[in-house]
Nanobody, 131 residues
Framework: TEQLVESGGGSVQAGGSLRLSCAAS????????MGWFRQAPGKEREGVTF???????????AYADSVKGRFTISQDKTGNTAYLQMNNLKAEDTSMYHC?????????????????????WGNGTSVTISS
């Protein structure tokens, strides 16, 4: 059974840090991207960041402009677990974060990530930033 298990998240004050993890099991990660979307109540879903695992350019990453310079995505050697280090958190980062494995390519349009095919979704983890 393909599954993404998420951990981390929680509540911190603005300026603080949080770390999310996402572990994949039963799925073929090779040649695909893993990362996070987020969606706050009343807002559209946003691609946050993704990291590639495959034959070439392993470790390539993409970030939405809204998090660039504050968030860092990484993965373990197997590519089965991804980590999202979130620093200098802002109130506008408050959202439900969903891990996902997606197919490439990932394009960037006006600072936003565009993802066409999502293969697997995680259940989501809540991040709340208080100002």
């Amino acid at each position: 059974t393909e599954q993404l298990v998420e951990s981390g998240g929680g509540s911190v004050q603005a300026g603080g840090s949080l770390r999310l993890s996402c572990a994949a099991s039963g799925s073929d990660r090779y040649g695909k991207w893993m990362g996070w979307f987020r969606q706050a109540p009343g807002k559209e879903r946003e691609g946050v960041t993704f990291i590639y695992y495959g034959p070439k350019n392993v470790g390539n990453s993409a970030y939405a402009d809204s998090v660039k310079g504050r968030f860092t995505i990484s993965q373990d050697k197997t590519g089965n677990t991804a980590y999202l280090q979130m620093n200098n958190l802002k109130a506008e980062d408050t959202s439900m974060y969903h891990c996902a494995i997606v197919q490439g390519p990932i394009s960037v349009y006006k600072g936003a990530l565009e993802v066409k095919v999502v293969e697997i979704w995680g259940n989501g983890t809540s991040v709340t930033i208080s100002s």
